[in-house]
């Protein structure tokens, strides 16, 4: 059974396709492997490498996501800068463990107020790592 559908998030449960924003009830089944299970441990969930991945979305307004991954624990800071090379926001500063990260910028400067369009520089530098990426606000 096929529940494809472009542009939409649909789940199939049995021969059924449900839209994401119904609710249905679903029973779960669980079995016992017993014996010989292996787990993984949280070390396979660490990054390899640093990455400082594009925001989502961009362009963007009013909301975006800016996604980093840290393979070692490390003091870090996540700004944005305008073109003249001004800071207008800290979204993060403080120590963070290794992972994954995700931080929500909300296109407001220091003092709370609505930035313009335009194009912006997100900057994350966490212990010996630095990276740069562009992002635009469209209103």
């Known amino acids: 059974y096929n529940c494809y559908q472009p542009g939409r998030l649909v789940f199939q449960v049995g021969n059924n ?31 390899k490498e640093f990455a400082l991945y ?27 800068w305008n073109i003249m090379g001004q800071r207008v926001a800290t979204l993060y500063s403080g120590d963070l463990r290794a992972g994954h990260h995700i931080v929500n910028f909300n296109g407001r400067d220091y003092n709370g107020k609505q ?9 994350v530098a966490a212990g010996k790592y630095n990276a740069n990426k562009k992002m635009t606000l469209m209103k």
Do not use: H, K
């Not at 996604?67 to 800071?77: F, G, I, K, Q, R």
């Open 17 to 47: 396709c449900i839209p994401r924003n119904q609710y249905v009830s679903v029973q779960s089944n669980w079995v016992n492997a017993g014996g010989n299970v292996g787990v993984d441990s949280d070390d396979s969930l660490i990054p």
């Open 54 to 80: 594009d925001n989502y979305p961009n362009p963007f307004n009013p909301t975006t996501q800016i996604a980093v991954d840290l393979p070692e624990a490390a003091a870090t800071e996540i700004t944005v």
């Open 115 to 123: 930035l313009t369009s335009g194009m912006y520089l997100y900057r």
